[in-house]
């Protein structure tokens, strides 16, 4: 296949923001007299949204609509603070973009981080690179694994979607590849196993950034 395009993910994919993720969501969970969590239980709750992070990371007996929606607030609130404190690209990742832009690719970025977080992120921590659209969660659009931000991103740069390369890495992305007819590859290196990707649809599995360039 000749691929045009590489659709991104960003946390997990692009960005380690697994710590500053993390350490807003304890700051929340303190706040309301909560436990807190490890980084590695942290991974399994991240990737759809903020409110079904807050959700997943509350104690059972305290899920209800109200607190889910109060933790999702203080945790928002704590992270506009500390984004930028420990994330950073994986390593090799800057050396992939650099080659991707040498070869002419288009590159774009899908997120479940709210619109304006994904833009000022990448605005932040990829200024060196071009990546068009940069489209995070939006109120208008349904989010990952629905399909459609993933077309709309095909639609505006007039490339069909089974040219795009997808690259992501969790569930929620492999399913938002497959749901939009682009091909699925998922990344090891971020926040969920070989077993979740491939039960979702991954097509192919890369270990290290330089390895997505064997696909193209």
Known sequence: MDFEAVLFD???????????????????????????????ACKMFVGDGVEMFALRALPENSRDQDMVEKCALLMRQEYRKRWARKTRPYEGVPELLDELTCRNLKMAILSNKPDDA?????????????????????????????????IEISRQLRISPERFLYLGDTSTDMRTARGAGMFAVGVLWGFRSAEELEDAGAEVLVKHPPDVLELL
């Open 118 to 150: 994904a833009k000022e992120m990448v605005a932040e921590l990829l200024a060196k690179w071009r990546f068009h659209p940069v489209t995070g969660a939006q109120r208008s659009m349904p989010k990952k694994p629905d399909p459609t931000s993933a």
């Open 10 to 40: 960003l946390d997990g994919t692009l960005l380690d923001t697994i710590a500053d993720l993390t350490d807003s969501m304890n700051i929340a969970l303190k706040r309301f007299g909560f436990p807190g969590h490890d980084v590695n």
